[in-house]
């Protein structure tokens, strides 16, 4: 079964927001980053549910993908759709993130 998937507008400017941090420090590593972006969308719609499970109390289940081991694509799977709501750099203040539970 393909999932649908959506991507918020919030989830989109912060990818595009990571890309251009990046893009300031090494070319390269932006280009594999929006490339890696890209994918989300097909990885998603195949296997939602093999990506963890992270606590958000009173807010549902949530889950993430991991990209470069530091970025965190949080999205929730309701009924055939797949809503990506934010997309974070884990390594400050959002590293609960990281955590596998």
Not at 6 to 16: G, I, L, N, Q
Not at 28 to 52: R, V
Not at 81 to 88: D, L, P, Q, R, S
Not at 93 to 99: A, G, P, Q
């Amino acid at each position: 079964m393909k999932y649908q998937v959506f991507v918020t507008d919030t989830a989109f400017a912060e990818a595009d927001q990571h890309v251009h941090f990046l893009s300031q420090v090494s070319p390269d590593a932006a280009i594999k980053l929006a490339e890696e972006f890209s994918k989300i969308g097909q990885d998603l719609a195949d296997l939602p549910f093999s990506y963890t499970v992270i606590p958000f109390p009173g807010k549902g289940e949530y889950r993430r993908l991991v990209i470069q081991g530091r970025y965190a694509v949080v999205f929730k799977i309701q009924g055939n759709n797949v809503f990506v709501e934010t997309i974070v750099d884990c390594r400050s203040k959002y590293s609960w993130l990281m955590l596998d539970y």
